[in-house]
């Protein structure tokens, strides 16, 4: 079974400090993403990776920056946080893209549930 | 850009079929279609994905019309365990594509006994 953890289910931080939020998945996966979850919004993409060192934007990356030094692991960080960051996080990883039929599954994380104060 | 529409919240009695609609009238001819169940504090999981017509799997079934610009998931006899948010996803973050990928807001489905 595919396995996506991340460092931690809940997290509180003060305005102004530097986060990271740690995900790690166990099946070899070229593809991770980062999510945050919001009520009434459903799932956002922040950013996503398709290889080690390479990152797109996706939806909302405004104020988000990631890391990917190693292809098990993929890093959301926000500089300086902000009370609008407030969220559930969620990482997910996926086999690889493909053109043709199907589209590979995403497996998800726990979620890490950030408060910033 | 395919947006997706769906109902917020649905409630059904056990046993019944439950049939959960996703609008998305500016799906790309290369979008798939694709449905997660999400559990409280859990990430969301797979359950189905199709491309058009009709696909069925051990959970559920999605039904596709030839315009493309709706589908259903239908989840046969729904049980206490059924009660989760679903979510429809169009499309894919392909790199160097933009942004063309649109997870809904979620249905959160309701199962009374």
């Known amino acids: 079974d595919v396995k996506v953890t991340q460092s931690s289910r809940y997290l509180v931080k003060r305005t102004g400090e530097k986060v990271f939020l740690e995900c790690v998945q166990d099946?070899?996966?070229?593809?991770m993403f980062w999510y945050r979850q919001d009520p009434g919004l459903g799932l956002r993409l922040i950013y996503f990776s398709y290889d080690v060192k390479m990152k797109e934007k996706g939806d909302i990356p405004e104020g988000y920056s990631v890391s990917r030094e190693k292809k098990e692991r993929f890093s959301l960080i926000l500089e300086s946080a902000s009370t609008n960051q407030t969220s559930m996080y969620l990482c997910a990883s996926s086999l690889y893209f493909i053109a043709g039929p199907f589209r590979e599954t995403q497996y998800f994380g726990p979620g890490t549930r950030l408060l910033v104060l | 850009l395919a947006k997706t529409t769906q109902p917020i919240s649905m409630d059904s009695y056990e046993g019944q079929e439950v049939n959960i609609t996703c609008s998305h009238n500016?799906?790309?001819?290369?979008?798939?279609i694709t449905w997660y169940q999400q559990f409280p504090s859990q990430g969301p999981r797979f359950i189905i994905q199709?491309?058009?017509t009709k696909v069925t799997n051990e959970v559920a079934s999605l039904f596709i019309p030839a315009d493309r610009k709706s589908s259903t998931l239908s989840l046969p006899r729904v049980s206490l365990s059924d009660t989760a948010v679903y979510y429809c996803l169009v499309g894919e973050p392909f790199p160097n594509t933009g942004n063309q990928f649109y997870f809904g807001t979620g249905t959160s489905l309701t199962v009374i006994p």
């Open positions: 500016n799906i790309a001819t290369n979008d798939y």
């Open positions: 199709g491309y058009k």
């Open positions: 099946m070899d996966h070229e593809n």
